[in-house]
């Protein structure tokens, strides 16, 4: 069945420095959400890319769908505290309109 | 707020009880998803339901089980509990049954002993 890989696991940053986490899957992809899941908190959707090398901005946040629609990157500018939390990616491919999870990457931004 | 409610918020209970996990989709939508979320097995997609009828089903064991109701609610039941269950269960609410936005509830956290 379809795998979705998310890396890194965990990542310390200093506040103001960068952070990327990238998505890969073993199918091509229909499209890939990503979600942040803040400490105690419920996933919260944050965009969906669809085409083929999409590039989406949200403020410092930006997300990539890669050429081949089998991996996706989010990268943050300049974090802040208020970015802690954790980021999944989510994947659709084939007939299958249920997402399927990466294991997300845990955000720890260090003040 | 998300809009969708999950209910209780905490449960303790025995191995070998059953439970029930309740949750109210956001108005409108007629999607519901189950979710279970552990350390060790991240967010794992149990079962979706679509105006009251299951379309979807990942990795749910035979003990458990969902319905959704005529008012689009639903609950996820849970029985012969094991320690292994213990988890976070979230529902998530939809519009579609497509690959659209899906909004988490706040979650049921479930800890069996």
């Known amino acids: 069945g379809q795998q979705v890989m998310q890396i890194p696991q965990y990542q310390h940053v200093q506040e103001g420095e960068d952070f990327t986490t990238y998505c890969n899957s073993s199918?091509?992809?229909?499209?890939i959400q990503w979600y942040k899941q803040r400490p105690g908190g419920h996933p919260v959707f944050l965009i969906q890319?669809?085409?083929?090398?999409e590039v989406k901005k949200q403020k410092r946040l930006t997300f990539q769908f890669g050429e081949a629609k089998k991996n996706s990157s989010l990268h943050i500018t300049a974090t802040q505290t208020t970015d802690v939390g954790t980021y999944f990616c989510?994947?659709?491919?084939?007939?299958?309109?249920?997402?399927?999870f990466g294991r997300g990457t845990s955000l720890i931004v260090h003040p | 707020d998300s809009g969708v409610t999950q209910t209780p918020k905490h449960l303790i209970t025995a191995t070998g009880q059953r439970v029930t996990l309740r949750c109210s989709p956001r108005?409108?939508?007629?999607?519901v998803y189950w979710y279970q979320q552990s350390l060790d097995q991240g967010l794992q997609f149990l079962i979706q339901?679509?105006?009251?009828?299951?379309?979807a089903k990942g990795n749910i064991l035979e003990r458990f089980s969902a319905q959704q109701f005529p008012d689009l609610h639903s609950e996820l039941n849970l029985s012969s509990l094991e320690l292994g269950d213990s988890a976070l269960y979230f529902c998530?609410?939809?519009?579609?049954?497509?690959?659209?936005?899906?909004?988490f509830g706040q979650g049921t956290r479930l800890t069996v002993v």
């Open positions: 339901y679509y105006n009251g009828e299951e379309r």
């Open positions: 998530a609410s939809s519009l579609g049954s497509g690959a659209t936005e899906a909004f």
């Open positions: 890319l669809v085409k083929s090398g």
């Open positions: 989510a994947g659709l491919s084939g007939g299958s309109y249920i997402p399927t």
């Open positions: 108005s409108g939508d007629l999607s």
């Open positions: 199918t091509t992809l229909s499209n």
